[in-house]
């Protein structure tokens, strides 16, 4: 980042109020040394949609925070089809395996245009010999989206196709009722189903009227309908 961004994150002004890093390191009892010590490594990059952040088996050098957009994590099976094991927002960490000095597990892809802010192994490394406190109140919160990310992960692959797709966009429902739904062949990987099961049952949703399309790939959602879908049992 440059020296004003640095500024910036420290003030709370511009739009640095939103950084994940922030969210997720920087309390109310940080000093502003502190403050540096974590952001002056760090770089803020964007990627349009389909970009590959980092690749399955690559180096893990790197840690991503989501500071906007949406981010997929695809691992590919033996026999070439792919499977989405999480979706990554704003505030997420993306490549924790780079703490250990592993490769990456997965293959991390924006699914959005999307900004994100790159840290370096050794930030991290830095932190435990100098800041301990900083890296603990790090690994927790990581560890906490991490365990939520899971168990986000686990009500996707239960139930039925349509229990599973409610339950996928209410996690996808923007501040305004409204969702984004990603193709077709993604919402399938996602749930466990094939590209067709995924279209028959999102056109279902569509005639019954629990999502309305406004746009292209746009929605607006009913969410009443979709909460008692996505708790229905069988």
Request: proline share 3%; charged share 20%; with cysteine.
């Amino acid at each position: 980042m440059k020296r004003t961004q640095i500024d910036a994150a420290w003030q709370g002004t511009a739009h640095c109020e939103d950084c994940g890093i922030r969210d997720l390191v920087l309390f109310a009892d940080l000093t502003e040394p502190d403050f540096n010590l974590i952001h002056l490594p760090i770089d803020e990059i964007a990627f349009d949609t389909g970009a590959t952040i980092y690749s399955a088996g690559g180096d893990g050098a790197t840690l991503y925070t989501i500071r906007s957009g949406l981010v997929k994590l695809v691992q590919y099976l033996p026999d070439g089809t792919q499977r989405i094991v999480r979706l990554l927002k704003h505030g997420s960490t993306a490549g924790l395996e780079a703490i250990l000095g592993q490769a990456y597990e997965h293959t991390a892809i924006a699914l959005q245009p999307t900004q994100v802010c790159r840290i370096p192994r050794q930030v991290v490394e830095r932190l435990s010999r100098e800041t301990p406190r900083l890296h603990t109140q790090l690994m927790q919160r990581w560890h906490a989206a991490l365990r939520q990310a899971d168990d986000w992960l686990t009500e996707l692959s239960t139930g039925k196709a349509p229990q599973r797709l409610a339950r996928l966009i209410l996690q996808l429902m923007e501040c305004d009722g409204s969702v984004t739904l990603l193709s077709r062949e993604d919402v399938g990987s996602m749930l466990g189903i094939t590209t067709e099961h995924a279209s028959r049952t999102v056109a279902e949703f569509k005639r019954s009227g629990v999502i309305v399309e406004t746009g292209p790939n746009r929605y607006r959602i009913n969410v009443d309908q979709l909460t008692s879908i996505a708790a229905a049992e069988g």
